[in-house]
């Protein structure tokens, strides 16, 4: 398991849903958050191991890590 | 006791559920042992795909309109209302006609997508759609006279309505360009919110190579924040500026409030179990067509496909047998790839699309379906 180094302020939850749904989900998260939030996605779709992180580094935000869950991974990513 | 089993909404799900029922349950409603309503806020039923072809000059709104009593069969009350409120415990909701609740036994929620621009600053006032009626009349009073200049259509939000209508749109805008000798003067732009060029892998792999020969520019990751019309500019939240003369977009998408005030999911839409469509948080409740979030596409496809399900569902429900239909995911699209090519591709919950090579058969397929839909929303085809 990753260590995490911040407290989510916001939770998705996008267990279950099809490719790019969680990404999508995420970005609809932090169209609506300040700065500095950080948002906790939880995603069983193993497209966004790549996904998520692609489109943080393209919007500027920050991935902190992410946590490999029984069923499932938590990202945590920061609004820049 | 007669089982009332109520519909909301009158699109492709509803009214396809509608006829489907009645002509499943014939006997049953003919005994008044059950009795179905389906409740739309508009007289007219009305089929979105026809909007595609509004700004090029091809189709009018009007066609896509008919009344749903014309439509639905006699054995189903049609009641144009406007429900207000769901109490999923009490089954029964509040409408603008009142006074009376309306008291189901059943309830299939089909209220569809509404499109949300408001939410994107400046996107209302500046870009256009063909999302709607209003839309695709406003679009074509300025795509018709657009001779030059940048166009951009961007895909603002997913989910939103026929997945594969930005695409059919800019491969069509490309195709009547070139016909009429104006493609050299305009620049067409596409933009998607993640890194490729469609939802669906699959499809974003055969569609990129297309928007390249063709020389249709490609933005990724390109998640609009604001529209700056004075200025004409679109800027993304990735932190890219795209100078437009003339600005398509799918706006954000949400289902109705409805959904959300009766705890049965985000954004309008509810959440269900994906092969049952059973609503996840009341008893009693399905959804389909947009209004359920299965992760498959807000197509009329899915809608039809659906309707078949759950009138399989409540007809076994009301007989007291075990309700054993589900559905498996079937989607098929049409997809234009010029103003006389077509493709097509067919796909459910474990088979992949893979994209039918374009071809005029298709495109006139698709036109034939066009008309032939309306057997569909009959429960005839």
Redesign the interface.
Known sequence: MTEIDVEADETVDAR??????P??DL??K??SVEPGTVVRLLSDNDQSLT?VP??TE???NELHGVEEREDHHAFYVEKA | MTEHVVIVGGGTGGAVLANNLAERLAGEIDADDVRVTLVNDDPDHVYKPVWLYVPFGQREPGDARRPLTELVDDRVDVRIDRVTAIDTDAQRMQSMEGPDPIEYDTLVLATGSTLAPDEIPGLADAGHDYYSEAGATDLRDDLLSFTEGHLVLSVVGTPHMCPAAPLEFVFMVDDWLRERGLREDVDVTYTYPIQRVHGNPHIAEWARPIMDERDIGVETFFNAEEVDADEQVLRSMEGTDIDYDLLVTIPPHRGVDLVEEAGLGDRGWVEVDKHTLEAEAAEHVYALGDTADTGMPNAGSVAHYQAGVVAQRIASEVRGQPATATYDGKTLCFIETGMDAASFVEFDFERPPSPAPPSRKLHWSKLAYNEAYWLTARGLL
């Open positions: 279950g849903a099809a490719c790019p749904g990404l999508m970005i609809g932090m169209r996904d692609e489109w393209e919007a500027g």
